[in-house]
């Protein structure tokens, strides 16, 4: 077989001979991580190759590196790090690359996730970013993702003050704490934390900030930097924050512009005010929905378990029913969103701000709907576009993909035909 030009001057490797399109078998790899790793890559680029093919140059200067230079393919296991899809990342932003893989020099004494993370930050970053700033490449879902476009920005010299995307401010002080967020931290926890400790100066507490619920929720951050400051000013328990954290959270997903009450209020008013409402929520639930919590007087544990009684599921939109559909070699399907963990994972997901919706959810003014789509041959279904309806005339009021973007021709045409199928007024997609 004549070499063509992905191969051209490189050594000939399992990967690239996959990405060839090469006819191959599971039984001439020996190896079974190499072999487990091929037939990824070859469900990858196989099955739509005519989608994939923007991405074979830079796959093919990749993955043949990998493979030949590192174990992350030969020894090491798809379960303890699945390499491919962070190669096939790196590959859809290779016009951000600063420099060639044919240049990394792996320092092969690193441990898999390690080595894997100097192989970003070679191509991407003109400097050493926080450990915590790779993380962005291990995020399952789209290609394309708005942490990965920040990771691009900061490895460019950017500041996080001015992320592509982003509105919610960002102070100096805020931006400087985020670079000393924990390892674990996704980029916006780690902007959560950043905020967090510019004004409580608390790095247990900001980090504990950070894993809450109000942890993403930026779209009421006129709700949630003033209680750091107030917090900050009082030095009260900590305990005493996530209580009316907790509180706010509650009254701003009940009425969206809550934030906006704090002023002239101090903070153990608000730790009264916080006592009284999970006091009451209590009064009001059944022994059998707090049972195990006996004696835990207002603990985190019992708060959730209140907060999840009364936030847990609102009502489906009448006459709806399960939606599922096969175009061109891709599975979609629809359904809709009943629950705040899972409308503020849609939001967080597709980059807007659907996730501060529970208001108009609780109140029975909206329904929101998820659009997912995935290759029929065995893919995981990936969020694409949000919807919301308004109850009252069942009208289509939005339909948004990742980061406020138009949905594609294609999810166009699968909404058109749920909302006939489902009797909902098409509204904005008829413009």
């Keep these: 077989m004549n070499a063509s030009p992905l191969l051209k001057g490189r050594p000939i490797s399992v990967c690239s001979l996959v990405l060839e399109g090469v006819s191959w078998s599971a039984l001439s790899i020996r190896n079974p991580c190499l072999r487990s790793h091929a037939r990824v890559l070859a469900r990858m680029t196989s099955r739509d190759r005519g989608k994939a093919v923007f991405l074979l140059p830079s796959l093919a200067r990749l993955a043949p590196i990998v493979e030949l230079r590192t174990p992350l393919l030969t020894q090491v296991r798809r379960e303890v790090l699945n390499t491919l899809p962070v190669l096939v990342r790196l590959g859809a932003h290779h016009r951000d690359w600063i420099r060639g893989p044919e240049s990394w020099q792996p320092d092969l004494s690193l441990r898999p996730r390690d080595l894997l993370l100097s192989l970003i930050g070679h191509l991407l970053a003109n400097y050493a970013l926080p450990r915590f700033c790779g993380n962005a490449w291990l995020i399952d879902g789209p290609l ?155 603990s985190s544990s019992l708060r959730n378990r209140l907060l999840d009684r009364r936030f847990r599921r609102w009502d489906s939109l009448e006459g709806v029913k399960p939606y599922r559909s096969e175009k061109s070699g891709w599975r979609y399907e629809i359904c809709e969103i009943n629950n705040p963990t899972d409308l503020i994972a849609e939001g967080r997901d597709m980059a807007h701000c659907v996730g501060g919706y529970g208001w108009l959810c609780q109140s029975g003014r ?40 138009l949905p594609h021709p294609v999810a166009r045409r699968v909404i058109l035909d749920w909302c006939q199928k489902n009797e909902i007024d098409p509204g904005v997609l008829q413009r």
């Excluded at 400790?197 to 894993?211: C, E, N, P, T, Y």
């Excluded at 009284?276 to 059998?288: I, M, Q, T, V």
């Excluded at 990936?382 to 948004?400: I, N």
């Design 144 to 298: 394309v993702h708005i942490e990965r476009e920040w990771y691009c920005h900061l490895g460019k010299g950017g500041s996080p003050r001015t992320f592509p995307g982003w509105i919610p401010k960002v102070s100096r002080r805020a931006s400087h704490e985020f670079l000393s967020a924990p390892d674990h931290f996704r980029m916006r926890e780690a902007l959560r934390y950043g905020q967090a400790q510019a004004i409580v100066k608390d790095r247990d507490l900001s980090i504990a900030i950070a894993g809450s619920r109000i942890a993403l929720d930026f779209h009421h951050d006129r709700l949630w930097l003033p209680l750091f400051g107030m917090w900050a000013d009082s030095r009260r328990d900590p305990d005493e924050f996530f209580l009316v954290a907790d509180y706010l959270w509650a009254k701003a997903n009940e009425g969206g512009s809550f934030g906006i009450r704090l002023s002239g209020r101090n903070f153990p008013d608000l730790v009264r005010s916080a006592a009284r409402f999970f006091e009451k929520l209590g009064e009001s639930a059944l022994p059998e929905e707090l049972a195990g919590l006996a004696g835990c007087e207002l």
């Design 366 to 405: 909206s329904s929101i709907f998820s659009l997912m789509s995935c290759k029929l041959a065995g893919g995981v279904l990936d969020r694409e576009v949000t919807m919301e309806v308004a109850r009252s005339s069942r009208r289509l009021v939005q339909a948004r993909a990742w980061s406020n973007r």
